[in-house]
């Protein structure tokens, strides 16, 4: 079946589609990971946007439940150079168009991936319609018409109705083990050292599993619930998730959490750094096309370690905007953007990019074990 990109530009690309058909609308941006595509589909922080993946062939190994980072798929719509007509991998247990057309996401392949990226590259981001129903004209006034990504607050959407505490499996799995001489098996977990509680404002489940693996017990809370309620639990700590949208549009949930700097440690990932600027006084700002994929540099400037990471963000924290007992501890090296800050005075940090991150890099996961620090050096 045919299907159709049409850009709000008036820039179109024509495909073969896979998974459901119909029409949808979205922000299309595009990721560089050469890996991780289930990730990308199921990540929360992609809702309400068409994603292009830039790496050439995509769906080679398929779909496994235990690499989900949600429920079910959150983008809108996903673009491919060219769909593996073989699903090989041991673990599979779907092909990538089965499990589009179960969820009703639109595909389409045989784009000119590289022409696309390039195009958003030289004039950013922009409202895209995807459809395979719909004429060239038609697409492209769908898509002039759909809603900028500007202002949105797209957290309501996907955060829990209803907190839960994380009990999933979080074992890390193990091709092999020289003390059992088995082939495959799990990690053991180790103790929980500490109690804290994580804002879904569109969490990764590969965030909750690094946090089980690094001692923590997790009760993941919706993301309007008050800051006296989490005070009533006395937790440890609090993360603050990574999450699609506009930060700026979050006033609710910037009110809630300045009522709790202060009270207990604080770590934020990717949305999370952005609502701390914003609680800490600052402001944020849409980047041209954002930083997707897993392979954005990034320079610790308290160290001068420079670490290679996975992102996924379109806005970022106005350093100018920050107050003076606001640190700036990271930058993007391809840009200077900010991709960390810290607290002087209070145990509060955050990074811009994802230190759980699957399928990798693993450069940042240390970070976890500094949450786990800081919570000690504070009881």
Not at 92 to 121: M, N, W
Not at 240 to 268: M, Q, R, T, W
Request: hydrophobic letters at 35%; glycine letters at 10%.
């Amino acid at each position: 079946m045919k299907a159709i990109l049409a850009l709000e530009d008036g820039r179109l690309f024509e495909g073969r589609a896979f998974g459901a058909s119909g029409t949808t609308t979205g922000e299309i941006c595009f990721n560089t990971s050469m890996t991780g595509y289930q990730e990308v589909i199921t990540d929360p922080s992609y809702r309400g946007q068409i994603v292009a993946m830039t790496y050439p062939q995509i769906g080679n190994y398929g779909v496994t439940p235990e690499d989900a980072e949600s429920a079910g798929p959150h983008v809108r719509g996903f673009v491919i150079g060219e769909l593996s007509p073989v699903a090989s991998n041991w673990r599979s247990r779907q092909t990538l168009p089965d499990y589009f057309t179960e969820h009703g996401v639109l595909g389409i392949e045989h784009v000119d991936t590289r022409a696309l990226t390039k195009h958003l590259r030289s004039l950013g981001a922009m409202r895209a319609c995807l459809t395979t129903e719909l004429s060239s004209e038609a697409a492209i006034a769908t898509a002039q018409a759909a809603p900028s990504m500007e202002g949105m607050d797209y957290v309501q959407e996907v955060s829990t109705p209803a907190n839960y505490p994380w009990e999933a499996d979080s074992r890390r799995f193990a091709l092999s083990n020289a003390s059992t001489g088995h082939l495959e098996n799990y990690l053991e977990l180790p103790p929980v050292k500490h109690r804290i509680v994580a804002f879904d404002f569109g969490i990764k489940w590969n965030i909750l599993r690094r946090l089980r693996q690094a001692g923590f017990e997790v009760e993941v809370l919706n993301s309007r619930t008050p800051a006296s309620e989490v005070l009533a639990r006395n937790p440890d700590g609090i993360f603050l998730s990574n999450g699609p949208g506009d930060p700026a549009a979050l006033g609710y949930i910037h009110e809630e959490i300045k009522k709790l700097i202060g009270k207990k440690p604080v770590f934020g990932i990717c949305l999370g750094n952005q609502i701390l600027g914003h609680v800490f006084g600052g402001k944020t700002y849409k980047l041209k096309f954002g930083h997707r994929g897993g392979n954005q540099p990034v320079k610790d400037l308290r160290s001068g370690r420079i670490s290679i990471t996975s992102q996924n963000h379109g806005f970022a924290v106005d350093p100018d905007s920050l107050p003076s007992n606001v640190e700036v501890t990271h930058i993007n090296l391809n840009d200077d953007t900010v991709e960390g800050i810290r607290h002087k005075e209070m145990p509060v940090f955050s990074v811009q990019y994802h230190p759980e991150a699957a399928p990798g890099p693993h450069d940042a996961s240390y970070f976890f074990e500094e949450f786990a620090a800081l919570i000690d050096s504070t009881k």
